[in-house]
């Protein structure tokens, strides 16, 4: 039986989820690669954490998008898993809202982070 769990999120594009993980000072490697688990288990990611205990922390997708797989009981990072995702997820969106406002021809002409860690970002786009 597997020690991985798999928990979901609404994460889909690798580039913005490599560049959240950087964002919050994870040093990561591009996959495919083996997450390591419990009694040498293992399973594939496209993106691998390597924890200092010996076990990984990967982002598998499954078709639909990237889910965060990872042996919880061998958690080792300096956050919880529900802080992790979250901090993941909030430079994810950032990410995102500002490579698909480029695509469209915006760029971010203000940026302001809240004391509540909220980002506020003010788009602009330039008409001839």
């Not at 390597?50 to 922390?57: A, F, K, L, R, T």
């Not at 958690?75 to 430079?91: A, C, I």
């Not at 950032?94 to 971010?108: D, L, R």
Request: proline fraction near 1%; hydrophobic fraction near 35%.
């Amino acid at each position: 039986m597997s020690h991985f769990s798999q928990i979901k999120t609404q994460i889909r594009n690798l580039t913005s989820l490599q560049s959240a993980l950087s964002d919050i000072g994870m040093d990561w490697k591009s996959g495919p690669c083996e997450v390591r688990g419990y009694r040498g288990q293992t399973q594939t990611a496209e993106v691998v954490i390597e924890q200092n205990n010996g076990y990984d922390v990967g982002f598998a997708w499954n078709g639909h998008e990237y889910e965060l797989v990872a042996d919880l009981q061998y958690w080792n990072l300096d956050n919880s898993v529900d802080r992790f995702l979250s901090k993941v997820t909030q430079r994810y969106a950032y990410h995102t809202i500002v490579n698909e406002s480029a695509q469209k021809g915006f760029q971010v002409s203000e940026q302001q982070k809240n004391q509540d860690g909220s980002i506020r970002l003010v788009l602009q786009r330039w008409s001839a």
